[in-house]
């Protein structure tokens, strides 16, 4: 007859309401033999490692880290990937159960695991020596269901790191179930088959799980429903400078449609003006910022838009080639302006910088770019570099919300098609103001709404670029009149947005290989459906586009 103790160990204990049981600490509760013996089973390490690929593996070895603290080694899926790949791995886990079924995995591929139970609040505790990188895997960090308990932990895995050490975490797209509701593909993660891995309860405190499989039998994990910013935001408060995120390991991504985040995060010091910037970013501008700093972005701007200038052009033709008409835009709004040596330009989301060398060359002025993408700022002073410009030319990692220039020190402010990608646009307006000399110029161009729009018909667009509403000319107007600029003119240029989008998708199509190639397919076939939205509007006269210039009065304190 057995034991009530060996019964217990046989069962899960939540108590009389299970909604209730919020705890850190019983994570190992929940993790019994039966439900462990079964976790492979639900994993399905063949189909998992055939999706995953090498991603973890990659990053890994571009990052140079060759030894490796895996923090939730589970059943040990990834220490002993990362072993087979050469890599000096040390496997931790808070459970006894998981990590006596890791070693028993390990002993299959004829290796012998060091394991070591700890809890991460206390990691260093039990864990000696500096890693080349922390891994946090398998949805593992939502079991830390206080604020303090997270904020200790991460401070742990920093603490663990080499002072250039990288830690990867991931987590269930938590916002999409609590904002959209449960779906999942069941593709990358919890790839058994005729298994149900689903939430059974979820509030903003829980996520309540069940588990059920082939035999009938059904276990539950309480877990705290992470928001992918709220844990950047903590990663970046215990230290870590640089986050990039991946879904579903894309570097692009729509965010509602992915399972799980990929949190990568590099503990070393990448420039002075990076060290608590990030944070303090709108999620708007840090999604802007996600966005053009991944690699297939990056490279399909670079290759496909127009070169150094990737923005809406101006065309003369149908055929005119891309990089013509997008510096025509640039010569279009200089016009406007009385430009020479003693002006100083300001522009607010620069790119690559191609508007900034063509007014440093053809006037001689003082050109300041602030930019949000640190991989296109490093190829915008590569530029300036390369062209002798750097003396004239100043590039700031930063963001438009928060103008990291001084009270009236600005001629001009110029921007090309990037306001749109502010969270708090009349901000956007007051800090130009602020940084605006008496009688200075604010011009610009954005893709806009028209002020007519009918509700509703621009979702897909929003959706393809993460925006909740798009400016209008309208509203522009009226973001002015509150930070006190005043208009000058607006120039209705609607038409070239059509034209320009229409070009770029020809130009994707003609070029179909060389763009795959550039960014991946699944980039581009993205980017191909979001042009032909934009085409779609533009035409039905959803969308407007041109140059707005207003300015600071001369009286201006």
Same mark, same amino acid.
């Given at each position: 007859m057995k034991t009530e103790a060996q019964i217990a160990k046989e069962r899960q204990e939540y108590g009389t309401d299970p909604l209730a049981v919020r705890d850190t600490s019983h994570y190992q509760a929940e993790y019994i033999q039966g439900f462990v013996s079964k976790w492979d089973r639900l994993i399905s390490w063949e189909?998992?490692?055939?999706?995953?690929?090498?991603?973890?593996?990659?990053?890994?070895?571009?990052?140079?880290?060759?030894?490796? #603290?895996?923090? /939730?080694?589970?059943?040990?899926?990834?220490?002993?990937r990362l072993l087979k790949a050469g890599f000096d791995v040390v496997s931790a886990d808070?459970?006894?159960?998981? #990590?006596?079924?890791?070693?028993?995995?390990?002993?299959?591929?004829?290796?012998?695991? !060091?394991?070591?139970?700890?809890?991460?609040?206390?990691?260093?505790?039990?864990?000696?020596?500096?890693?080349?990188?922390?891994?946090?895997?398998? &949805?593992?960090?939502?079991?830390?269901?206080?604020?303090?308990?997270?904020?200790?932990?991460?401070?742990?895995?920093?603490?663990?790191?080499?002072?250039?050490?990288?830690?990867?975490?991931?987590? !269930?797209?938590?916002?999409?179930?609590?904002?959209?509701?449960?779906?999942?593909?069941?593709?990358?993660?919890?790839?058994?088959?005729?298994?149900?891995?689903?939430?059974?309860?979820?509030?903003?405190?829980?996520?309540?799980?069940?588990?059920?499989?082939?035999?009938?039998?059904?276990?539950?994990? *309480?877990?705290?429903? #992470?928001?992918?910013?709220?844990?950047?935001?903590?990663?970046?408060?215990?230290?870590?400078?640089?986050?990039?995120?991946?879904?579903?390991?894309?570097?692009?991504?729509? +965010?509602?449609?992915?399972?799980?985040?990929? +949190?990568?995060?590099?503990?070393?010091? &990448?420039?002075?003006p990076l060290e608590h910037m990030a944070e303090t970013y709108s999620p708007t501008v840090n999604t802007a910022r996600d966005y053009y700093n991944s690699n297939s972005a990056d490279r399909f701007y670079a290759t496909m838009w127009g070169g150094e200038d990737i923005h809406v052009g101006i065309y003369e033709s149908e055929d005119e080639p891309v990089f013509d008409a997008s510096r025509r835009t640039v010569q279009r709004i200089a016009s406007h302006l009385?430009? *020479?040596? &003693?002006?100083?330009?300001?522009?607010?989301?620069?790119?690559?910088?191609?508007?900034?060398?063509?007014? /440093?060359?053809?006037?001689?002025?003082?050109?300041?770019?602030? *930019?949000?993408?640190?991989?296109? &700022?490093?190829?915008?002073?590569?530029?300036?570099?390369?062209?002798?410009?750097?003396s004239l030319i100043e590039v700031l990692d930063g963001s438009f919300e928060d103008i990291p220039l001084e009270d009236n020190s600005a001629d001009v402010v110029w921007s090309q098609d990037a306001i749109l990608h502010s969270g708090n646009r009349i901000q956007v307006f007051k800090e130009v103001q602020r940084v605006l000399k008496p009688g200075g110029e604010f011009i610009f161009t954005d893709p806009m709404q028209s002020d007519d729009c009918p509700e509703g018909v621009l979702q897909p667009v929003l959706d393809r670029i993460h925006l909740n509403s798009l400016g209008s000319v309208g509203f522009y107007r009226k973001a002015a009149e509150l930070s006190g600029l005043k208009e000058v003119e607006v120039i209705d240029l609607s038409e070239q947005l059509v034209n320009h989008y229409r070009r770029i998708l020809k130009s994707v199509n003609d070029n179909y290989d060389k763009a795959v190639e550039a960014s991946g397919q699944d980039y581009i076939d993205r980017m191909k459906v979001g042009l032909n939205h934009w085409i779609e509007a533009g035409s039905k006269g959803y969308l407007s586009w041109g140059i707005l210039k207003f300015a600071c009065p001369p009286w201006k304190r």
């Open positions: 189909t998992r490692a055939k999706s995953e690929g090498n991603f973890f593996i990659d990053i890994l070895k571009q990052h140079g880290a060759k030894k490796v #603290l895996d923090v /939730a080694t589970g059943t040990g899926f990834h220490s002993i808070g459970s006894p159960e998981m #990590l006596a079924k890791a070693f028993e995995n390990g002993r299959r591929y004829d290796l012998i695991l !060091r394991t070591v139970q700890a809890d991460w609040r206390w990691l260093n505790r039990d864990i000696h020596g500096k890693f080349d990188a922390v891994i946090c895997l398998g &949805n593992s960090f939502t079991h830390l269901f206080s604020e303090r308990d997270r904020r200790k932990a991460l401070a742990e895995f920093y603490a663990a790191l080499r002072h250039d050490g990288l830690l990867i975490l991931d987590q !269930r797209n938590y916002d999409a179930i609590l904002d959209v509701g449960f779906s999942s593909k069941h593709i990358y993660y919890y790839c058994g088959d005729n298994i149900k891995a689903e939430p059974e309860y979820v509030d903003e405190g829980l996520a309540r799980f069940r588990y059920e499989f082939p035999d009938r039998s059904v276990y539950h994990l *309480n877990m705290f429903p #992470l928001r992918k910013d709220y844990t950047r935001t903590l990663m970046h408060e215990v230290g870590f400078q640089r986050i990039k995120t991946y879904g579903d390991f894309q570097e692009t991504y729509h +965010h509602e449609e992915q399972d799980f985040f990929i +949190h990568v995060a590099e503990k070393s010091y &990448n420039s002075p009385n430009l *020479n040596e &003693n002006r100083h330009v300001l522009d607010i989301g620069a790119g690559y910088g191609g508007a900034a060398r063509y007014l /440093a060359k053809n006037f001689g002025c003082r050109v300041t770019c602030l *930019n949000l993408s640190e991989a296109q &700022n490093q190829r915008n002073r590569q530029f300036n570099k390369e062209q002798g410009l750097t």
